[in-house]
């Protein structure tokens, strides 16, 4: 089983079968499901204190903060900075 990661800034890196969504911070209703996971705990913070610029959803419900713009984080899914694990 191949496992896809692409690196969302830092050095941090994400597995990309398990993004559903990254979108912009920038709207009211993407700002309430931050809070919401700030709440429940399931909110991961990868901005290292800069400002966040990319959200990325996962399927199991984490919200995931990257200071990466969300063109960015889509241009390494497509191009060839996404690496495989064994």
Sequence with gaps: M???LVNIGFGNIVAVNRIVAIVS?????????????????????ATYGRRTR??????????????????????RLAS???SEEA
């Design 2 to 4: 191949d496992i896809k």
């Design 54 to 75: 990319a959200v990325i959803i996962a399927d199991s419900a984490h919200v995931i903060l990257s200071a990466v713009q969300p063109e960015t984080v889509a241009n």
């Design 25 to 45: 911070p920038e709207s009211a209703p993407i700002k309430r499901i931050i809070q919401e996971a700030r709440e429940k705990g399931v909110l991961i913070d």
């Design 80 to 82: 060839k900075d996404v």
